[in-house]
């Protein structure tokens, strides 16, 4: 995988992406906080040797060079579900590319389902922690430790600095955000009454499909990872209803908006 790597970042450099400082993960229905980015660059993932080709509706699988306030930033619309059909290895391949860019600091966003009995659709929640139940493990298998340990500290996996500074850019946009614990399930099916109530048994906020292994791999390099996840609907005890791919990206794009103020500041105020 090194080398496939090397050969990914070989590539993008000479299209002309150099020195990113920011990577992000644009999640379901979030696709188009691409469009704070001044792009410089835009390539087809189908273009890009080595990267996996996504499927689903709504993941269109470009990736995106350019500007956002004052940083450089490599941004990926569309993202790579284990339910598709990946290797957890394949899943986290631009994870491995981004830091090989030279990246240090990676956003994550996805639509998720809301467990906490105060949470509403169209809420924005900060990850300040996760809880992997997903079958496969990004950092099974043999150890590379030319990407990392073999056994990975994940006391803060989530960066406490980024957490804390968000808020404050929260707090001055008058935007309210909650905070949370994001549980990740393989999917593709949402989860059953009993699936929502175990979730929040769990001690979990949210829950989703996605983020955690990218983050996992993000960390097993030594990237500060910033999570953010919008509540596209609700599993609460009682209120369990009817939730729909479309019905998740509409919610998700009620809070595009907001999303993208605050991903924009945040990065601009990053040091
Ligand atoms: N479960 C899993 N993934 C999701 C959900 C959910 O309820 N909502 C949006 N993505």
């Not at 990740?184 to 929502?196: N, S």
């Not at 949210?206 to 996992?216: D, K, N, Y």
Request: contains cysteine; hydrophobic residues 40%.
């Amino acid at each position: 995988m090194y080398n496939k790597i090397q050969e990914t970042v070989e590539f993008l450099k000479k299209r002309g992406i150099q020195e990113p400082d920011f990577g992000i993960v644009l999640g379901t229905g979030l696709g188009s906080l691409v469009n704070m980015i001044n792009t410089e660059i835009s390539i087809p993932y189908k273009e890009i040797p080595n990267f996996p080709v996504s499927t689903v509706q709504g993941h269109s699988g470009t990736l995106i060079y350019g500007k956002l306030g004052n940083k450089n930033v490599v941004a990926m619309q569309g993202r790579f579900h284990y339910y598709e059909g990946w290797k957890m290895k394949e899943v986290t391949f631009p994870i491995r590319v981004m830091k090989f860019l030279g990246i240090e600091n990676l956003i994550v966003s996805n639509a998720s389902g809301g467990v906490n009995p105060s949470f509403k659709v169209g809420d924005i929640m900060i990850i300040n922690d996760h809880i992997n139940m997903m079958p496969e493990h990004p950092l099974r298998g043999m150890n590379d430790d030319r990407f990392g340990p073999r056994f990975l500290d994940l006391h803060e996996p989530y960066n406490l600095k980024m957490i804390e500074v968000m808020e404050n850019i929260a707090r001055q946009n008058n935007i309210p955000v909650q905070k949370g614990i994001y549980l990740a399930l393989q999917g593709p099916t949402f989860e059953t009454p009993a699936e929502y109530k175990m979730v929040s048994l769990m001690g979990a906020d949210a829950v989703g499909m996605s983020t955690v292994p990218e983050v996992i791999v993000a960390k097993h390099m030594g990237m500060h990872c910033f999570g953010i996840s919008v509540i596209t609907d609700l599993g609460i005890e009682g209120y369990v209803e009817e939730v729909s791919h479309e019905a998740v990206q509409l919610a998700a794009k009620s809070s595009e908006k907001k999303i993208s103020k605050l991903v924009k500041e945040f990065v601009k105020s990053w040091e």
